[in-house]
């Protein structure tokens, strides 16, 4: 059996401290790469440490929180919520079991799914009052931008999400107060956190971790970032999209196979 199995399920922590409640808010489908973002919280966590024996220090161990991820979706406990790239994940709740009411989380992780989805009503419900939640931080990665916009959470906002669909989130009628998804990788608005495409989920989450001492210690959060190797990209991008240059060399190629 891996070393890993059921690592994050439950707090495993030997002593009082404390528990810090992911749920992973994934309704219809998502993104693998969006909801893979996850695992930084799962590798800063006591339980995933203390796992890896002698190849983490015991300083290490003593100062990382205990963490629990739960994958909450639309579908029954044990069910499998379908992602990208012929992946799924099983679900561990309902978004209506009382274990993950507003309330018991800390952090409600939003990855994307396909924007074009119609959201369950009371999915949107459960998002919109985990927003209102005093203590709950949401945090949404790439198009979860339009589940978010969908259940409410984006009115007055300053906001990201991809910088390739910015028109498309306006015309949505979200009423966010800016969109800087076009300059920025992620953005803080009070407790609602969002990012830009993609892997941008990994600079949110970094940045997150860092600016939330009472989860994470900063030194911690520094030692985790250099082993993933993540969190070292600026807020700001620094190059602009060149994505109609990439469509024009390919209609130049002209579906010529290349080497």
């Known amino acids: 059996m891996s070393i890993f199995t059921d690592v994050n399920k439950v707090s495993r922590a030997p002593d009082n401290r404390r528990v810090i409640r992911i749920g992973v808010f994934i309704p ?5 790469l969006d909801a893979a973002s996850v695992d930084i919280f799962g590798s800063l966590s006591y339980e995933y440490l203390s796992v890896l024996g002698e190849l983490t220090a015991q300083v290490v161990t ?18 499998k919520i379908p992602m990208t790239s012929n992946q799924a994940v099983v679900a561990t709740n309902h978004y209506s079991d009382p274990e993950v009411a507003p309330g018991k989380l800390d952090i409600v992780y939003v990855p994307g799914p396909d924007p074009s989805s119609n959201f369950p009503e009371g999915a949107l419900e459960w998002l919109s009052k985990q927003g209102a939640t005093e203590g709950v931080d949401i945090l949404s990665v790439c198009t979860g931008i339009f589940l978010c916009g969908a259940a409410g959470l984006l009115k007055g906002r300053n906001i990201c999400g991809p ?36 892997t941008n989920g990994n600079d ?16 911690l959060v520094e030692l985790i970032c250099e082993q993933l190797e993540v969190g070292d990209r600026p807020q700001e991008y620094t190059r602009e999209m060149a994505m109609g240059k990439h469509l024009g060399d390919l209609i130049a190629a002209g579906g010529k196979a290349t080497t």
Not at 66 to 77: A, L, T, W
Not at 172 to 188: C, D, N, T, V
Not at 204 to 219: D, G, H, N, Q, S
Request: hydrophobic share 35%; glycine share 10%; net charge neutral.
């Open 62 to 79: 003593d100062n990382a929180p205990s963490v629990e991820i739960h994958y909450i979706g639309s579908v029954q406990p044990g069910e």
């Open 204 to 219: 949110l989450v970094v940045a997150y971790c860092r600016a939330t001492p009472k989860y994470f210690p900063r030194p």
């Open 28 to 32: 219809t489908d998502c993104q693998l």
């Open 163 to 198: 910088r390739a669909m910015q028109d498309a989130i306006k015309e949505k009628g979200y009423a966010p107060a800016s969109m800087k998804g076009h300059e920025l990788r992620w953005i803080q608005d009070g407790n609602f956190w969002s990012s830009g495409g993609v």
